[in-house]
């Protein structure tokens, strides 16, 4: 139950799989793997059918070949405005407008997040990298000053704060949260959404932040 007192609905979908399809940025306790594969698990064989043993190592080199941008996801929850470094960010639908984000149970960004009952996603711009990598560090400040080197407003409709400078931005909803491995997966309905159509994108590929400007496209 959110911090409102709405009924949130939980629901385990079929068997565990990964989290973070991206790979990469992604659980908002530092930069590491979003995918929730466990050892154990393993890949069928087109040739026989058996199953090979994921190597985990290789898996994470395969995932980090999908290009994706980097969001900052933010909630407030009984501890204060919280932020997260994350990649593992999708739209799921137009009608209605959902759209879906990937959090390891463990990260704090997960508590907040069902606390809270609503959030923000700011998508960065190409030149946020600093910002991307601050809110993957663990040693970053806490609570009332954890925004204090990112200038930020709260959202109208959520209280999150919005990042000055992002390349786009929503606030959600949280309508349901589904389990996936390691991860859950916080499925968010958009209730407000802004972008900035002057400035470029911060991309995250084979384990590097990358520029897309606004020319190059």
Known sequence: MSAD???????TSG?????????????????????GIETGHGIADGRNGHR?????????????????????????G??????????????????????????????VMH????????????ILSAGQEHTARYFADRSRPRGEHEFDMAGSEPGPRSGAPILTGALAWLECELAAVHEG????????????????ESVGALL???????RLETGDI
Request: proline content about 4%; some cysteine; aromatic content about 6%.
């Open 5 to 11: 007192g709405r009924s949130l609905r939980v629901a």
């Open 204 to 210: 995250f590929y084979s384990g590097g932040f990358h």
């Open 15 to 35: 068997p565990q799989a990964g989290a973070g399809a991206g790979s990469a940025v992604a659980t908002g306790e530092g930069i590491e793997s979003g995918n």
């Open 78 to 107: 009984r501890a204060g405005p919280h932020g997260m470094t994350a990649n593992s960010f999708t739209s799921v639908s137009l009608d209605p407008p959902l759209i879906l984000v990937c959090v390891k149970h463990t990260a």
């Open 111 to 122: 508590t907040a997040l069902l606390e809270a009952g609503s959030f923000a996603v700011s």
């Open 181 to 196: 491995g390691d991860h859950s997966i916080f499925l968010g309905e958009v209730t407000n959404a802004g972008r900035d």
């Open 52 to 76: 090979v043993p994921l190597d985990h190592k290789e898996l994470r080199g395969v995932l980090g070949r999908f290009a994706t941008g980097i969001t900052v996801v933010t909630a407030v």
